[in-house]
């Protein structure tokens, strides 16, 4: 099964119907995440997919959505303040718990990390608690509204321009904001919390950070954005946070399961979506990218398959040589191993034997893979080693299986388990 992003939809607190998308993982789901998104943003802004898209890879489905009026939710935004926006919230963690599984982290981004915040105590089923760029005070959105203040108050509403967008703000949404404190939230959450912050934010500045830090029991982290804008607008800076957060919320989860059919264990390797080539792999409990560099039309989110290949040869190499000091007993150094693979014509390979091309049917012409491999022993090299490390090496398995015939055996089934490996 590879990872999907679908289309969902659920009931907001107004009763209109708020448009949303939940990203899930490849294989076992560990855990549900819930993601707000910042203030007039939508559930498509770059944090939030960049984000969904990192906590997939780690085996976390991620429901993002839009606030009602944003986006393609239904519903008035004018209508709409803090405390709705909450209350849409507590709706997607209901939506999540009938459907799926109750959320058991929870993500905001500015003003969404505010209303996360003041969620998290009425979702007990929340483990983690992260936020990015978030105000310790609610009010503090009201700083984007300028001189429009006046006009607000006066007149009951008015219409303001944020983000390049024309939005009407009413009065009620000041009133809500400037009724409503984060601190005793904070205090009282008592869940684990992350609190992502740029320094140079120039629309939430960092002191909100630390007000919220402070607030905030233990345990609690602070993980510095340097050189990040306030919307993560770079791909590195959102692709930083993203990871930061997949990473720590493991830790208040249950643990990843293996892949495989019954006792047999396997390696799933799965088609993203996201560029040409990028695939998730699933080996045991260990979720990785598999993609190509730039320069062929790939992400270069993660080795290619001859680097997980080389990989395998380094890593056989250094075991089997850790394995078999130990096993004699010997005080071997730490081990370093470089692979390096290329495709050269037969009749330049000059430590080929001549049985050797013959086996590989070449002598003489067509191409044959070279692996390079260059054995480091940092210390202490036994006198019972000397001149036998290259022989122990060459006895690793996957180096006989890269130097021996091997058969793949390939079975290809549809969705419903079909076998479609016969021709029609």
């Given at each position: 099964?590879?990872?999907?992003?679908?289309k969902a939809?659920?009931t907001?607190?107004?009763?209109a119907?708020?448009?949303?998308?939940?990203?899930?993982?490849?294989?076992?789901?560990?855990?549900?995440?819930?993601f707000?998104?910042c203030?007039?943003?939508?559930?498509?802004?770059l944090?939030a997919?960049?984000?969904a898209?990192?906590?997939?890879?780690?085996?976390?489905?991620?429901?993002?959505?839009?606030?009602?009026?944003?986006?393609?939710?239904?519903?008035e935004f004018?209508s709409?303040?803090?405390?709705s926006?909450?209350?849409?919230?507590?709706s997607a963690?209901?939506?999540l718990?009938?459907?799926?599984?109750?959320?058991q982290?929870?993500?905001?981004?500015?003003l969404?990390?505010?209303?996360?915040?003041?969620?998290?105590?009425?979702?007990?089923?929340v483990?983690?608690?992260?936020?990015?760029?978030?105000p310790?005070d609610?009010a503090?959105?009201?700083?984007?509204?300028?001189?429009?203040?006046?006009?607000?108050?006066?007149d009951g509403?008015?219409?303001?321009?944020?983000?390049g967008?024309?939005?009407?703000?009413?009065?009620?949404?000041l009133?809500?904001?400037?009724?409503?404190?984060?601190t005793?939230?904070?205090a009282?959450?008592?869940?684990?919390?992350?609190?992502l912050?740029?320094p140079?934010?120039?629309?939430?500045?960092?002191?909100?950070?630390?007000?919220?830090f402070?607030?905030?029991k233990?345990?609690?982290?602070?993980v510095?954005?340097?050189?990040a804008?306030?919307?993560?607008s770079?791909?590195e800076?959102?692709?930083f946070?993203?990871?930061?957060?997949?990473?720590?919320?493991?830790?208040?989860?249950?643990?990843?399961v293996?892949?495989g059919?019954?006792?047999?264990?396997?390696?799933?390797?799965?088609?993203?979506?996201?560029g040409?080539?990028?695939?998730?792999v699933?080996?045991?409990?260990?979720?990785?990218?598999?993609?190509?560099?730039?320069s062929?039309?790939?992400?270069?989110?993660?080795p290619?398959?001859?680097?997980?290949?080389?990989?395998?040869l380094?890593a056989?190499?250094?075991?089997?040589?850790?394995?078999?000091?130990?096993f004699k007993?010997?005080?071997?150094?730490?081990v370093s191993?470089?692979?390096?693979?290329?495709?050269i014509?037969?009749?330049?390979?000059?430590e080929?034997?001549?049985d050797?091309?013959?086996?590989?049917?070449?002598?003489?012409?067509?191409k044959?893979?070279?692996?390079?491999?260059?054995?480091?022993?940092q210390?202490?090299?036994?006198?019972?080693?000397?001149?036998?490390?290259e022989q122990?090496?060459?006895?690793?398995?996957?180096?006989?299986?890269?130097?021996?015939s091997?058969?793949?055996?390939?079975?290809?089934?549809?969705?419903?388990?079909?076998?479609?490996?016969s021709e029609?």
């Open positions: 099964m590879s990872a999907t992003s679908i939809e659920f907001g607190h107004s009763g119907r708020l448009a949303a998308r939940l990203d899930i993982p490849a294989g076992h789901v560990r855990a549900y995440a819930l707000a998104h203030f007039t943003c939508s559930k498509d802004i944090a997919k960049r984000i898209a990192e906590l997939s890879r780690a085996g976390i489905a991620v429901l993002r959505f839009d606030f009602t009026g944003l986006g393609s939710s239904e519903g004018a709409t303040n803090f405390s926006n909450v209350a849409d919230l507590q963690a209901d939506y718990r009938v459907n799926f599984a109750a959320p982290i929870l993500i905001g981004h500015s969404g990390g505010a209303a996360i915040l003041a969620v998290a105590q009425s979702i007990p089923e483990r983690a608690v992260a936020t990015i760029g978030a310790a609610v503090h959105v009201i700083g984007n509204f300028g001189s429009k203040i006046e006009d607000i108050e006066r509403q008015a219409m303001v321009e944020l983000a967008r024309t939005f009407t703000i009413q009065k009620q949404f009133d809500d904001v400037r009724e409503k404190t984060l005793q939230h904070i009282n959450m008592r869940k684990p919390l992350m609190v912050h740029s140079i934010d120039a629309t939430v500045g960092i002191d909100n950070a630390a007000t919220i402070t607030a905030a233990h345990p609690k982290s602070f510095s954005l340097d050189k804008d306030h919307l993560l770079r791909s800076d959102a692709s946070a993203a990871s930061m957060i997949a990473g720590w919320a493991s830790r208040y989860i249950e643990a990843d293996p892949q059919v019954g006792e047999r264990e396997a390696v799933r390797v799965s088609e993203t979506g996201e040409k080539f990028q695939n998730t699933h080996a045991g409990r260990h979720r990785l990218f598999a993609d190509e560099p730039v062929v039309g790939g992400l270069d989110s993660g290619s398959p001859y680097d997980y290949l080389s990989a395998a380094g056989c190499t250094s075991m089997t040589l850790r394995m078999y000091a130990d007993k010997l005080d071997l150094g730490r191993v470089e692979v390096s693979h290329s495709k014509h037969a009749a330049d390979c000059l080929c034997t001549e050797e091309l013959q086996a590989f049917g070449k002598k003489g012409s067509g044959i893979d070279r692996f390079e491999r260059v054995i480091l022993v210390g202490i090299v036994p006198e019972a080693l000397r001149g036998k490390i122990i090496a060459n006895k690793c398995p996957v180096h006989k299986t890269l130097e021996s091997s058969k793949v055996v390939t079975r290809v089934t549809g969705e419903d388990g079909m076998d479609l490996s029609v």
